[in-house]
């Protein structure tokens, strides 16, 4: 019986206890430390100080679209033009007229020979309805295409509030 | 000899599956934990966008400035309003400069606030074409 029992014990088992302990405590801190990132990108915006006097001077040659934004009081947006054109705060007309206007002008160009366009926006207009327009004027995504539109994109100088 | 051996068994679940998935997990959050970008400031929310495409390749001297929604402009840590920016640009540029480049190669990387006034981000930016600096990335999140 004695002898028996003891062969029977001997059963090599790791120690599994310290092993989970640390393993969870790594887990823990993965998780907390965990964020998820959303991926950012960049509008390329080209405006040397100099040269934007120049063109809105001695420039005429070049097709400015103007997008005037103005703001209502709280920063939201009231209304849109692109040069004369009402466009209302609906942002896909704006695209539209762009892409009419694009056309017009032969096509989308790249580089520095194509149409230019120039935001407008008044001071408090939130920032974020600024980078709806400009991602309206720079291209169309349809569906994993994208398609340019403009290049270029200065603002036209600051409104400040009187 | 029956009753015996039945009692001082110990009950031991099999833990092997439950090893396995928690070192999946942490093979998991380990790869994409290297992903956190350490240029984000918590004060600035960005607007979305579906355009904005990560940049390829990198950018050259970048110069980051965070616009909170009050519109103070945050370069690294410090706080600077419109009136006070200009001495840390013209010290990026000096900097710029000892490195043996220019303005026009600096890039600044402009992140606002999606709730921000266009005219704060407007004003940060000429001052930084007073200093000098022409490229300008005005950065969104990928709206998916």
């Given at each position: 019986m004695k002898i028996r029992n003891k062969t029977e014990g001997v059963k090599n088992e790791l120690q599994m206890t310290s092993m989970i302990d640390i393993v969870f405590l790594l887990l823990v801190f993965f998780i907390m430390t965990f964020k998820i990132v959303e991926q950012e990108g960049d509008f390329n915006i080209k405006m040397p100080l100099a040269k934007e006097n120049q063109n809105s001077q001695s420039d005429p040659l070049d097709i400015v679209l103007k997008v005037r934004m103005e703001s209502d009081a709280n920063g939201g947006l009231q209304r849109m033009r692109l040069n004369e054109r009402e466009l209302g705060t609906d942002f896909s007309m704006l695209r539209a007229a762009v892409i009419e206007m694009v056309n017009a002008g032969g096509g989308p160009v790249e580089g520095e020979d194509g149409p230019e366009v120039e935001i407008d926006a008044d001071y408090n207009l939130r920032y974020e309805y600024t980078i709806e327009a400009i991602s309206m004027v720079t291209g169309e995504k349809r569906g994993k295409e994208t398609i340019k539109l403009v290049d270029k994109i200065k603002f036209a100088p600051t409104r400040r509030p009187n | 000899m029956r009753v015996k051996s039945a009692k001082p068994e110990i009950v031991e679940g099999d833990l092997t599956p439950m090893i396995d998935m928690t070192f999946q997990l942490i093979a998991f959050f380990m790869v994409l934990?290297?992903?956190?970008?350490?240029?984000?400031?918590?004060r600035v929310q960005l607007p979305s966008s579906e355009l904005a495409r990560p940049p390829e390749g990198e950018i050259e001297s970048p110069i980051i400035i965070h616009v909170a929604s009050d519109g103070t402009a945050i370069i690294g840590t410090e706080e600077f309003s419109v009136d006070t920016l200009r001495p840390i640009l013209s010290r990026e540029l000096s900097v710029l400069k000892a490195d043996?480049?220019?303005?026009?190669d600096a890039n600044i990387i402009i992140r606002a606030h999606k709730d921000a006034a266009t005219g704060k981000a407007q004003e940060i930016i000429s001052v930084c074409q007073e200093v000098g600096f022409e490229n300008f990335l005005l950065r969104a999140k990928e709206q998916l």
């Open positions: - | 934990i290297n992903f956190s970008q350490t240029e984000a400031n918590e043996g480049k220019t303005a026009e």
